[in-house]
Structures are given as structure tokens and as C-alpha cells.
């Protein structure tokens, strides 16, 4: 069954107001197996809206219409949607009815716009809008069905919740099903993903796959229809997921709603480790991104944004000739604010970042986007060590302007904590790892 | 002259990615005088991407096209333009040339997909892309014109102002001019801004006035066409600015691309005062915001983030008497956060947040959505008090879920320092300040 979805409404064409309408609309028909395959979106003119629902109608089965249902007279949704239909408009007693209980609840009079908003197209059927004053309808035509929604979303949601997709489900022999699953990959460029997948082979008729760059991550998307139950659909899609995951590993941190955020906040809380930061050049985004979740106060206990030499020194200890000699933005500052902040706040772990984001500050030997990550932890996961606490660090150097730098920092950060908390002590993240053991008597291995 | 949008994607059918080229492209165009009439979203297929430029072409005498232009098989955005307007497909040594340089760049080997990047319809003109891989074109084909670009935000927007503004501006004469202002507010609601605005007359011919909410903040849009000149267009503009900002005054804080973590930071330099931060419930969201703009090292010199109470004692001396006994979530408690910060940071003002994000840790005197805000400054703006402190804070109870709680608080402590940096000292921001003079000899008036 495909689907389309029409908006209408100039402000949605001045750039000034974005459509939150029609992805609502195309994420609940998903949920009932309906993909939409077009959206378009108008403006509050009448040959528009004509032209765009006859053309929707020669290629969907299903098509829902939103906005221009209001009481003034530019509000000419009704009267289009029945010029393209070939209906007649007419007086619903249901829908004056409705509108009249409304305005005598508000304490308002009827206004002419009132008998406007009744006006329907013959032989529709009415879906009341518990929010507002207009209502909508459905109107089923040569098996295919169009549903006319007010275009203010707190409106238009509850009515399609509530009404269309009431309707779809009764009024339809749902016939496809369809599952679908986003793998979220860091670490690997979108190239490099597509080379890992590339020879998976599945049907392609049934099964698709698409990539998705949101950076600083690549998501793939599995999507899968059948015609007989939604655990067949599923079924195909764990079919593709299984070969992906052993291309991929754990280089997929994540799959559809969880972020990477989400992901390490529930490693450190099954694991019930803790986490102190230290950052400079990411300015907080780090200390942001991990108290982001509920519940992150059972894990995370400070973090120190470490702007000047001074407050590496003061707060988190940093040597200051150390600074002097190796600078702040070098791997040994970056190991002093891990070592120094896990120790300061008492935690299991102490996470940094040193660098520059630019635009300015950057040198030949360090040029924007050098940026050092640093971790420290207790070597308590070998025999004989207990005690004993490593720090690691690694030098990077991003490109991109100063957000996309600090976006990158700090998910390279989490996705350190995440590999940590996978059981690597201290590979597969960068290239190269410096290592320094500070006490305590073997080395990591 | 007529534009439209065609955004490419399956993922913006999904419903589980909004679209945001499409208002982006439609304002951008409007800037320029060019208003669009149509948005087209089809999904990654390429008889779709063929049927609706073919109809946009026939409707429009501008097509941007995003989307569908990664290196990867299901980027099938170039093959289907061509296809459409009748054109072969042939590698340009240019834009592989530009693909062969970014992968150098970064140090990556140049795979298959470079070559599929680098083909484009023929006679067309390349757009470069200074962010990303894939470069976009120019087709003019009987005096229509049809621009190519990528899909991923960061890349499409640069390569609409560097690019395709540019060659709409060189190309066709320009016979309207627009000149546009968004008035930025915080502290009034869409309705109070519209109270204190409606009153104002203007040639509604001429100018459009808008409003539109982006939480926390209430911006207003005056857009001024003109047939003459772009100075009478940015006449009418500057005429209902003047009267706005009669009535609306210094709530607002910023006009056009400016943020209010910018407008702050522009008054911290220009001032030339050093700011440290003490927050627990934003997890590090103000420090990050302080630390957005580029040069922020001039001011920004510590950010804490005390999430456990014993960070709050031992980092930035707050009494655990204290904490015990009036709560970490008190105006108390902000007061010393933020007087600790800035005295253990030595610099001229401190800021503290402690609140309840949610979604849960709310009790029934203090619910989901207390916060406290804090202030330490220097008193010594008047005769006779130098070397006093002046500690403020103010409770707040704030709606809405974690996220939001978490936006609004750091928006009100950046309002807090704006606030202050315009010369007020104690009012303005809340109903009620609560003040508490630390040492010197006067209070503040």
C-alpha cells in the first residue's frame, strides 16, 4: 500500500517555519506498514492543491492532507480537495454541530468562519478534532483513500492518532508489513562502511538497505516488506542485521534510537563504574553529552572545563611545568587531566580532552583541530595489579570548523569510554596509543 | 521567478529524519527575491527523482535538487537528473580532481565510490564542496535552472551561500529586492511579543511580519520586497524594526544569525571580564554554550560541573553543612556555587545552575523543573565598595521534558549575564532576587 503525504500552507514555503507535519504523518502510517512515498508541500492556492492530489491519486493508495482547514477565507483546503475529487461541497450538520458545541464551551460567538469550516466534501465522513474547531475527513473513492487533517500539529497528531489511523486499521486489510533497523556506525567513513556491506547479498525485492551520514556517525538502515506478518518482515531484516553485524563487529555502537550518549551511560551503569572529566577545547560538550540520559548521577560525578592553565593546574593538578615544556595541548597534558581528574573526584575512570577547535590558536606543529584524547583507569582487571592505574592518550587532528571539531572530540571521547567498557584496555581506538603506567607493577599487554 | 525544492531521501520518508534542506534552500532563495512554490520529497528511486524534476521543470524556472549524491549505489541522484533532462552522464576530471584532493587530505585511499561521485550530467558546471566529498552542478537548459547538491546539512548549506547564491545572483538579473531582519526574544511568550507588536501599522503590501517560536527563544521576521532598490527594501525593513524595538526593548537580545551565547560573549570581551561556571542539573550545556564562540579563552576561564555533592564541597568550597541542611538544589546553594566558582577561578563573575532535570528525582516541594540560579560579581560599580561581593540567585520552576529543562536553564543564566552586563544590577530577570552581600560595606541598592 503507498502512501503520500500533501501540506499545504505558505508559511512551510517562506523557509521561516518547518514542516514538523509530514514527518509525523509518514512515521505513524510506517508504524501500520503504509510507506510514504512522496511528500509535497504547497502553498494556500487552489490549483496547487488540485494538481498536487490528482497527481498523488494517479500513484498512491492512501494519501493524507494537511493544513489550510482554518476559518478564514485564504483557508481553501475543502473546496480543492473536492474540485480534485470531482465532489460537491456541502453543509455537514455533524461538523456545524461540532464546531458550535466548541465555541459555546470557549464562550465565543459563531463567526461566519464557523459555517466554512463545516463545508465538506460530499459523501466524506467526519474526524473530529478534539483540540480545535476544525474538523477532518475521510473520503474513500476507487479504493483509494484520502484523509483532509487541519495543518496546527497539536491538532493534526491527536486526529491522526485518534482518527486516520483508527480508520486505516479497520477500513483496511493490511496486506504488507514492513520492519525496519538502523545500525549506527562511528569510526568508519561512509565508503569504508559501504566496502565492509558491499557483498551482502539478500532480496533486493523484499529488502532494502540505505546509508544514512548524520556526522560524525554513518547509519545503515534495513528496511523489509511482506505480505504475509510482521514476523516475517522481521525476520528479514535480522537476516540482513546478522551479516552486517559480522561485517561491521562492534564498530556498530548502536541501532535505531539509542545514541552513543545513551549506549556508554548504560555500559557504565551495568557496570557500575564512574566517570570524572576534564576538557578544554570541547568547552563542557563532553560533561554534556554523558548527563544528557536520566539517571546519569549514578555514574558521572564532575567535570571540570578546564579552560586556562590555570584551572588545569589548580583543580585537576596538572604540573604547570609540565604545561610549559610539553604545552596544553599535547598527549602528556592529556594524561595528567585524566590522571588528575579520576583522582580528584574519586571515580573509576577519568576521561580528557585537550585541543584546538579553531578558528584561530592553531601553529604549523599543532594546526586546528589537533586534538588530544586521554583516559585513565584502575589496572584491576589482571592478576597481581590491583592498584595500579594506567593512563592512555592519543593524538588526532580533525578537520571541520570549530563545532563539527568539538563534535567529533567528544564523541571520539565516548566512543573511548565505550571500547573501554567492551573490555579493550588500550587498542582499536586510534592508531596508536601512548601508554604510561603510573604505578603498580606490569604493564597492560 | 519561480523556484522549487526537491529533497532526496528515503530516510526523510521514514518519518525518523526531518527535513531541513528544504526551508533552509526556500529561505535562502526568498533572499534573493525568489519565492518557492513547491517542496518534493521522493525517496532514493530513481524514476521518482525522474517524474518530479520533469514536473518541477515544467512548473518552476529554479530546481534545487539535495540529496542522493554519496559515493555509495543507492546515490543515484546524478544518473536520474540526467536521465530527466535528457543528458548523457560523463566523469569530470575537475570534480574527481577535488574528490582525489579531500581523501588526501585526510589520508584516505581513494575507493571505487570516488569515481561515482565525479560523474555528472554533461555541460554542467561544478558546485564545489568545501566540507565534504561529493561535489554538486549547475545545469542551465532553456533558461531554467536545475542546481545539484549534496544532502548532508553542514555541506549543502556552505555550498548554497558559496555557490549556488552566487550563480543565481551573477546569472539573472535581479528585478525584485528583499532585505530581511529576525528580532530574537527571550523571557516573553509568542503571545506577549504579539500584545506588545500588533499595534504596529505597516504597508502590509510591501512587508511581511512573522513570528516564530524556536524554544526557549521568540523570533520575529520583518521582510521588506521593493522593485526599486535594495536600500528602499532595507528602508521598510529598518522603519517596523524601529517601531519593534520601541516595544519589545531590550528583550531583544540578538537580531539575524546571532545567538544569545554570542551576543554574551561579544559583551564578556568588550567589557573585558572573565567569567567562571558552577553547574550541576545542565550537565555542562552553559559552559558549552559560553564556549561556542571562537575566542572564548579571552573570558571563559573555569567551568565545573558539580554534579555530586561532593564535588560541589571539595571543587568549589560549598559548606556540606549547607548542602545537608537547605538542599543542593536551594537558592542557597547556587549562591555558593557561584561564589565558590568564581573565587577558586579568580575571576570577575561566577554563574551557577543547581536544579531537577528529570525525569525524576522531583519531590512535592521541589518537582521536576526547580532550578536555581546564581550570581557572584565585584561590587564595584559604585563610590565606596570595592572589594565587596554580591551574591543573587533566583528560583525557578521551568516545564517541560529533561532536555528542555536543560535548554531554558542555561538560556536564563546566559540572560542572567547579559542582564548584568547591561548595567542591571538585581532586577529584571525574575520576580524576585534574592541578594546576599558577602563583605564590603553597602548593599546594592
Chains 1, 2 share one sequence.
Not at 53 to 63: I, P
Not at 164 to 174: F, N
Not at 419 to 440: A, C, F, H, M, P
Request: one cysteine or more; glycine letters at 12%; charged letters at 25%.
Amino acid at each position: 500500500m503507498r502512501g503520500e503525504v500533501i501540506t499545504i500552507g505558505n508559511e512551510l514555503l517562506s523557509g521561516l517555519v518547518r514542516d514538523t507535519n509530514a514527518p509525523f504523518i509518514a512515521e505513524r502510517l510506517f508504524s501500520l506498514g503504509i510507506e510514504t512515498h512522496q511528500i509535497t508541500t504547497v502553498g494556500d492556492d487552489e490549483s496547487q492543491i488540485v494538481d498536487s492530489l490528482k497527481a498523488a491519486l494517479s500513484r498512491a493508495d492512501l494519501v493524507v492532507v494537511t493544513g489550510g482547514l482554518g476559518p478564514t477565507p485564504d483557508d481553501i483546503t475543502s473546496k480543492a480537495v473536492a474540485k480534485a475529487m470531482g465532489l460537491r461541497l456541502v453543509l455537514s450538520p455533524e461538523a456545524l454541530a461540532q464546531i458550535e458545541a466548541k465555541f459555546k464551551k470557549r464562550g465565543i460567538k459563531l463567526g461566519p468562519g464557523a459555517e466554512r469550516q463545516a463545508l465538506i466534501p460530499a459523501g466524506s465522513e467526519i474526524i473530529t478534532n478534539p483540540v480545535g474547531t476544525a474538523p477532518g475527513c475521510h473520503i474513500l473513492q476507487d479504493e483509494k483513500h484520502v484523509f483532509v487533517l487541519p495543518g496546527v500539529p497539536q491538532e493534526m497528531e491527536v486526529m491522526m492518532d485518534q482518527g486516520v489511523l483508527t480508520i486505516i486499521a479497520e477500513g483496511t486489510k493490511r496486506e504488507s508489513f514492513v520492519a525496519k533497523k538502523v545500525l549506527k556506525v562511528f569510526g568508519l567513513t561512509e565508503s569504508q562502511v559501504y566496502e565492509r556491506i558491499k557483498g551482502i547479498s539478500y532480496d533486493g525485492d523484499k529488502i532494502k538497505v540505505g546509508f544514512l551520514p548524520v556526522f560524525p556517525e554513518n547509519h545503515v538502515t534495513i528496511t523489509a516488506g511482506s505480505t504475509e506478518s510482521m514476523e516475517r518482515a522481521v525476520e528479514l531484516v535480522e537476516g540482513v542485521e546478522k551479516k552486517m553485524r559480522a561485517e561491521l563487529g562492534d564498530r556498530i555502537f548502536g541501532e535505531d534510537e539509542e545514541t552513543l550518549d545513551m549506549v556508554v551511560s548504560g555500559m557504565l551503569i551495568t557496570g557500575g563504574l564512574t566517570v570524572a572529566v576534564s576538557e578544554s577545547c570541547t568547552g563542557g560538550l563532553l560533561s554534556k553529552r554523558l548527563t544528557d540520559v536520566p539517571g546519569s548521577s549514578a555514574y558521572f560525578k564532575t567535570g571540570i572545563v578546564s579552560y586556562s592553565n590555570e584551572a588545569k593546574s589548580s583543580l585537576i593538578g596538572v604540573d604547570p611545568h609540565l604545561i610549559s615544556t610539553k604545552g596544553a595541548v599535547s598527549s602528556d597534558a592529556a594524561e595528567a587531566m585524566a590522571l588528575g581528574v579520576k583522582r580528584s573526584a574519586k571515580t573509576d575512570i577519568g576521561v580528557s580532552i585537550t585541543g584546538i577547535a579553531g578558528p584561530s590558536g592553531g601553529t604549523e606543529e599543532k594546526p586546528v583541530g589537533t586534538v588530544f584524547i586521554g583516559m585513565a583507569y584502575d589496572d584491576n582487571r589482571g592478576a597481581g595489579r590491583i592498584g595500579s592505574e594506567i593512563v592512555v592518550s592519543q593524538g588526532y587532528r580533525f578537520t571541520g570548523d570549530r563545532g563539527r571539531i568539538r563534535l567529533i572530540s567528544s564523541e571520539m571521547a565516548l566512543e573511548w569510554l565505550r571500547r573501554y567498557l567492551l573490555g579493550e584496555k588500550v587498542s582499536g581506538v586510534g592508531e596508536r596509543w601512548s601508554r604510561w603506567i603510573v604505578s603498580g607493577t606490569g604493564n597492560d599487554g
